[in-house]
């Protein structure tokens, strides 16, 4: 049924009980339907994407981590990397099940998918039909929501536990369930080890609910069996606060991120003050969200204007549940926080995935001010809302750091079948650290990279009738200005004689292809490399004595 008929249908029972009760039940009926076609759209075009596209080099390493045959020893691989362990012990076990791409990223697939659902039952609950259809096609369709979706990365799962942490809190509150309170607490807890920006979703939920659960004594039993759950959560958050936080920063691996891709994402690397960090990195934030700098403005002002209404007191919220203030409260204060704690250099706060921590709040708040801004019939906003996520969807602006004609499965398996026809057995392959976590993936069938401490400069590793040579992790990509150096410590690292050549596979987010590049490939004796797309190179290059000095 059109949603015109409903809200027509809606206006004329309410002279007549039976009707209103008829046409409520007719209502419910078709809206879900419409919600379940939304819903299974949205899960077609992330198993379509999730089998069209290769792993990316982090997808791949978390697929390296999972893959020791040990719990203990997959347990240690998944602390050297900056988030909690869950995501890392969960592949250990699914891999069980094959490790295709589409395989490997089924869980953040079916996650990403019952975050929308939830997501959208969540807003059910608390606002109106049209502002709840709106959301759920915000979180369904929006860019970002859809690459977390297809990554094997944490982030779908932390959606779909912060997801479920809201619905569930609501219910446990509308119905006063000490059962949905308890399955509001494992969702925290389910947070709070996937991923460490789900501690500023747990401070934000805490407050929340505080507000909301006032005055304590009038149900005793629901607030004793919150307090619990926030007194586990605190206890995991403590433990690896205290235990693996400390071992990363002394790695360097967040030093690391912040210095180079992270910089403008916190205030000391950024460059600007904070009355400039503070508006310009929350554009960046729903620029992130929506894959484009016009429509993720207009996104902003949207959430914006949401917010104000709530802050006024005027929305469109006519059910039981969160007052205005609350709902602001709840909408408002990750971004506070994960803005504080970007100001204090502890995590970043901007056009990163980092921040997909907001994304369920910021949609929301979107789609409060989008359904208060009244557009014709009740159809028109649902399809203006569609029409402009097709525009961030098929034309991303800023595109992608992999665009997508690059980002076919077909590039990486027709580079390693060149290599197979090209290398003699008995060849060593060159690589660099994220190249390597590809080459094992793709060619080799097993990890050929370091993923556990102590590690070697470089390491030489088996890959059938060949040998592949590559650095540690902390040399992630190889670079024209210092690749002939970098090639030549490789040999003498692993013996080889002056003058051998070797194959470079070089792949994964970008391809250096630098004027430095491509003379210090010429000096080595590779005048023309074989490209794939624009994300893979492979080249035989000879190893003078003197590093082309």
């Known amino acids: 049924m059109p949603l015109s008929?409903?809200?027509?249908?809606?206006?004329?029972?309410?002279?007549?009980?039976?009707s209103a009760r008829t046409c409520g039940r007719a209502f419910d009926f078709s809206s879900r339907n419409l919600a379940l076609v939304v819903l299974a759209a949205g899960f077609a075009v992330r198993l379509v994407l999730a089998w069209r596209y290769f792993?990316?080099?982090d997808e791949a390493l978390h697929y390296l981590l999972a893959s020791h045959e040990t719990l203990r020893t997959t347990y240690a691989a998944a602390l050297t990397q900056a988030h909690p362990p869950l995501l890392i012990l969960l592949l250990h076990f699914w891999r069980v099940l094959g490790h295709s791409e589409l395989m490997l990223r089924m869980p953040s697939i079916l996650a990403g998918t019952g975050c929308c659902w939830l997501t959208y039952l969540w807003l059910r609950r608390i606002t109106d039909r049209s502002t709840s259809f709106i959301g759920l096609l915000l979180v369904t369709f929006a860019p970002a929501l859809i690459e977390?979706?297809?990554e094997v990365r944490q982030y779908a799962p932390l959606l779909f536990f912060i997801s479920a942490g809201l619905y569930f809190?609501?219910?446990?509150?509308?119905?006063?369930?000490?059962l949905c309170m308890n399955l509001f607490s494992l969702s925290l807890f389910g947070a709070l080890l996937v991923h460490y920006s789900g501690l500023l979703y747990a401070v934000s939920m805490g407050v929340y609910m505080l507000v909301r659960l006032y005055p304590y004594g009038k149900n005793l039993r629901l607030f004793a069996a919150w307090g619990a759950g926030q007194v586990l959560g605190i206890a995991i958050s403590s433990y690896f606060l205290l235990t693996h936080i400390p071992a990363v920063r002394q790695s360097g691996i967040v030093r690391s991120d912040f210095a180079t891709h992270l910089h403008k994402s916190i205030l000391g690397s950024s460059g600007h003050g904070v009355l400039t960090f503070i508006p310009l990195q929350t554009l960046r934030v729903f620029t992130y969200l929506f894959s484009h700098g016009l429509l993720g403005t207009l996104a902003l002002v949207t959430f914006a204007a949401g917010l104000y209404l709530l802050l006024?007191?005027?929305?469109?919220?006519?059910?039981?549940?969160?007052?205005?203030?609350e709902l602001a409260l709840l909408l408002g204060l990750p971004f506070v926080l994960n803005c504080a704690a970007a100001i204090a250099g502890e995590y970043p706060y901007g056009g990163t995935r980092h921040t997909a921590v907001l994304a369920i709040f910021a949609l929301t708040?979107?789609?409060?001010?989008i359904a208060a801004l009244k557009i014709g019939r009740a159809w028109m906003a649902p399809a203006v809302v569609l029409l402009a996520l097709a525009v961030c969807n098929i034309f991303p602006s800023p595109p992608p750091l992999i665009r997508a004609r690059d980002h076919e499965r077909s590039h990486v398996q027709s580079a390693v079948q060149y290599l197979r026809q090209s290398a003699q057995p008995g060849s060593v392959i060159l690589a660099d650290y994220e190249s390597g976590l590809l080459l094992g993936?793709?060619?080799c069938g097993h990890g050929v990279v370091q993923d556990l401490p102590p590690y070697q400069p470089f390491s030489k590793v088996a890959c059938g009738p060949y040998s592949v040579v590559a650095p540690f992790p902390g040399e992630w990509k190889f670079y024209g200005r210092d690749f002939e150096q970098r090639a030549k410590a490789a040999a003498q690292a692993q013996g080889l004689a002056p003058g051998s050549k070797v194959w470079l596979f070089?792949?994964?987010?970008?391809?250096?292809?630098?004027?430095?590049?491509?003379?210090?490939?010429?000096r080595m004796g590779c005048a023309d490399p074989q490209l794939f797309g624009q994300n893979f190179l492979l080249c035989e290059v000879s190893l003078s004595g003197d590093g082309g000095q």
Not at 169 to 178: H, T, W
């Open 312 to 325: 006024r007191g005027k929305s469109r919220n006519e059910k039981r549940g969160p007052a205005d203030l």
């Open 55 to 57: 792993l990316d080099p």
């Open 169 to 178: 809190s609501e219910r446990a509150l509308q119905e006063n369930s000490v």
């Open 506 to 522: 070089y792949g994964g987010w970008i391809v250096d292809s630098t004027p430095d590049m491509r003379n210090s490939l010429r």
């Open 5 to 18: 008929e409903t809200q027509a249908g809606e206006a004329s029972s309410s002279s007549n009980p039976q």
């Open 148 to 150: 977390t979706s297809i």
């Open 441 to 443: 993936y793709y060619f």
């Open 365 to 369: 708040g979107v789609s409060f001010g």
